[in-house]
């Protein structure tokens, strides 16, 4: 069994989550209906908890991603393994990401999603690691900047486990 250490416990990451519901509420005012797209799978806890802290009229539509690399390192070529099942054209889009690592992947995917002529299209991420970072993303809503560790729980994995963790820990070897 691997050992972990708490980074963000539980209480800290509900009253994060709860700020960003309050901001994308606010900014979100003047919007009739937002698609809140939450990347699989490690958004999904993420998600569930940030649309509860949203006062507005949303729908949720999730999108699959899978990032080819070796172990915990992407190589950069993005596949959409699970796509949008309604048209996001005239749309107000919030994308919903666990962490934005070297950038790779959310850089396909905003082009990717731009190409469907959104209204607004806004991107929404949990976790950042700028020391990793290849392309530069603009993240629109952040929970929070950590240094360069290998996360998991509170919905991101090693080897698809550590999900269920209620906390965001590292994996201490
Ligand atoms: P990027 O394309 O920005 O390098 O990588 C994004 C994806 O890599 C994330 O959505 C996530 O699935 C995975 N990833 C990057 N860093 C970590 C990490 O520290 N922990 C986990 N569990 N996944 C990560």
Known sequence: MKKLKVLLDEETIAKRVRELGEQITRDYADAEHLVVVPIMKGSFLFAADLIRQIDRELSVEFLGLRSYGAGTETSGVVQIT???????????????????????????????????????????S??????????KVPIDYLGFTIDDHFVVGYGLDYAEKFRNLPYIGVIEN
Request: charged share 25%; proline share 4%.
């Open 82 to 124: 699970y796509d949008l099942t309604q048209s996001v054209t005239h749309q107000h889009v919030l994308v919903v990401e666990d962490i934005v690592d070297t950038g790779l992947s959310m850089r396909y995917l905003l082009e990717n999603l731009g190409t469907r002529q959104p209204r607004s299209l806004k991107l929404c």
């Open 126 to 135: 949990l976790l950042h690691k700028p020391a990793r970072t290849r392309v």
